[in-house]
Each structure stands twice: as structure tokens, then as C-alpha cells.
């Protein structure tokens, strides 16, 4: 191999392992482009729980799907129907439908998902299966 085909090797190496990490630690992906919520994910002991920005949007406008090991939140923000009438100046507000997908770990139990919606926020709670929580064992002294 040439000394001159050496470094642009290693560095597409470099950018294929950057990219691998990169969706290693962030899973979650938008099939659409425009508007999409913001998540947060979080984990405790006992379920991992999933918060997404939905401001102005119902239960009507979401739903919600596991396939496989993939969570799937798919939805619509529509526009509000009195802007549509207005002479707009500034708009930065967004609307249209999205899709934001999750892999899950395998140590969730999805049978048992819940969703609810308040205050503009949608929260999943997915429950851990219960051989995978921590368990707590006292051991006597003697």
C-alpha cells in the first residue's frame, strides 16, 4: 500500500466508526422533515420513560406503536385554520406529520406500555421485565 493512500484509508475508517458510535448512542430518528417533538429519555430501575414535545396536539393526533424492538410515535400538528386567512409576517412555528422511531433494549416489557398526554408533553412509560430488575437481598451476619 502506498504511503499516500494510507491516511485517506484511515481516515475513512475513522468516519465509518464516528458514524457507528454516533447511532450506537443516538437511536431515535425523524422519517420526516419540518416539524418533529423533542424527546427526552430517561431510566430507572424499575421502566424507562420517554417525554416528547407535542404542544397543541390531542390524542387524536398520535399514535403510538412497538414493532418489533422499534417504538414507534407517529403524528400530525396541523395548522391552525385562522392563519391560513391572515397576512403572515413571521412564521416560525411548525406543522406536518412526523415519525420518530426508538430501539428499545430487550429487557423492557412492551405488552405493558402506557401514553398520556398533558400540558403539551407526551409521556411512555415502558415497564422493565421483572427477571432484569435489581433485586435487593439482606445477608445476615454472624
Do not use: C, W
Amino acid at each position: 500500500m502506498s504511503r499516500e493512500r494510507f491516511p485517506k484509508l484511515l481516515s475513512e475508517s475513522l468516519s465509518r466508526e464516528i458514524e457507528r458510535v454516533f447511532e450506537d448512542f443516538f437511536p431515535t430518528f425523524s422519517e420526516e422533515k419540518g416539524f418533529y417533538p423533542h424527546l427526552d429519555i430517561a431510566e430507572s430501575e424499575n421502566e424507562i420513560v420517554i417525554k416528547a414535545d407535542v404542544p397543541g396536539m390531542t390524542q387524536k393526533d398520535i399514535s403510538i406503536e412497538i414493532h418489533n424492538d422499534q417504538l414507534i410515535i407517529r403524528g400530525e400538528k396541523k395548522e391552525e385554520e385562522e392563519v391560513k386567512k391572515k397576512n403572515i409576517y413571521i412564521s416560525e412555528r411548525r406543522y406536518g406529520k412526523f415519525a420518530r422511531r426508538i430501539t428499545l433494549p430487550d429487557y423492557v416489557d412492551p405488552e405493558k406500555t402506557k401514553a398520556k398526554i398533558k400540558d403539551g408533553v407526551l409521556t411512555i412509560t415502558i415497564p422493565k421485565k421483572e427477571e432484569v430488575k435489581p433485586k435487593k437481598i439482606s445477608v445476615q451476619i454472624e
